[in-house]
């Protein structure tokens, strides 16, 4: 499986790099583990370090283990960096990082005004860190939230690894995935290892079904699920009976309670990733494993 970008992501680089480059200086990209947020950042980082800035990438467990005094140590090695030219810092995976790190990023963020710094972030929706939803929430900072690729984009990746178009019965296994790149890439190979794809006649069909889905991938939706609050993970069980998307006024009638007290829970359940708002403003699951995992 290609680590190209597909079209929404190549978008999210340009749409980065014009933020850092003439924007604004702190970009903050946010998504589901596996949905490419490494990816992306790496693709950003190489087009800039080409261009000439310093780039520097760190993740939170390395950031969590600093001594206390390691911030004023990384503004001044910041500061003294930027003396030579542009420097732009990447920092993974900040849902994991200590409350002193998040709080050393605010500050590095305010240096952006002065100095030639950027400031490259990622972040998972879950766990919610109130210093990440302030940071986000700065007039300064740009978020980006990366979703999967579109069913168009899967096409071409599975095109590019086997030669041939995926068929209906391989296209409705990648809909589990929600386009994540990563569980894609495991659901095929697990698939081709179990012997269960064939390219006969220029097409890649597949003998499996839904109960086939790799546990890998299960188990990556039911992780993430566990993060969720009882109240959104109590609205989910509903939302999956009820069996289709659902009008809060539908889902506060079966749970005996009023809409008004069911917010917070979609809120919570929409900006976890794992539920959607459709057209006409009913709540759905963002794609069909997060549905069949909790109903299980």
């Not at 579109?150 to 590019?160: G, K, N, T, W």
């Amino acid at each position: 499986m290609t680590s190209e970008p597909g079209g929404r992501h190549a978008s999210a680089v340009e749409e980065i790099l014009a933020e850092l480059q003439g924007g604004s200086r702190t970009v903050l990209v946010s998504g589901l583990p596996g949905i490419g947020k490494s990816t992306t950042v790496g693709m950003v980082a190489g087009r800039l370090a080409r261009s000439g800035s310093v780039v520097q990438r760190v993740e939170a467990d390395e950031m969590s283990r600093s001594r206390p005094d390691a911030a004023d140590r990384m503004v001044e090695a910041a500061e003294k960096l930027c003396a030579e030219g542009p420097v732009l810092l990447c920092a993974d995976d900040l849902h994991q990082a200590d409350s002193d790190s998040l709080d050393l990023l605010g500050w590095l963020s305010d240096m952006t005004r002065d100095l030639p710094l950027s400031l490259l972030l990622t972040r998972r929706p879950l766990p919610t860190r109130e210093s990440l939803t302030v940071l986000a929430a700065r007039p300064d900072v740009h978020v980006v939230e990366l979703a999967g690729l579109a069913p168009d984009e899967l096409d071409a990746l599975v095109a590019a690894r086997f030669g041939a178009a995926p068929g209906p019965s391989v296209q409705g296994l990648l809909a589990m995935t929600g386009g994540n790149p990563f569980h894609t890439r495991v659901m095929l190979d697990d698939l081709q290892r179990r012997g269960l794809l064939d390219t006969a006649g220029g097409m890649l069909t597949t003998t499996a079904d839904a109960t086939d889905a790799p546990e890998s991938v299960q188990a990556g939706a039911r992780t993430h699920l566990a993060l969720l609050d009882p109240a959104t993970r109590d609205l989910l069980q509903v939302l999956a009976v009820w069996g289709a998307p659902a009008f809060p006024e539908q889902l506060a009638a079966v749970t005996d309670s009023k809409p008004v007290a069911l917010l917070g829970a979609i809120q919570a359940a929409v900006s976890s990733g794992v539920a959607r708002w459709t057209d006409d403003e009913r709540l759905a699951f963002q794609h069909d494993l997060y549905r069949d995992v909790v109903y299980s």
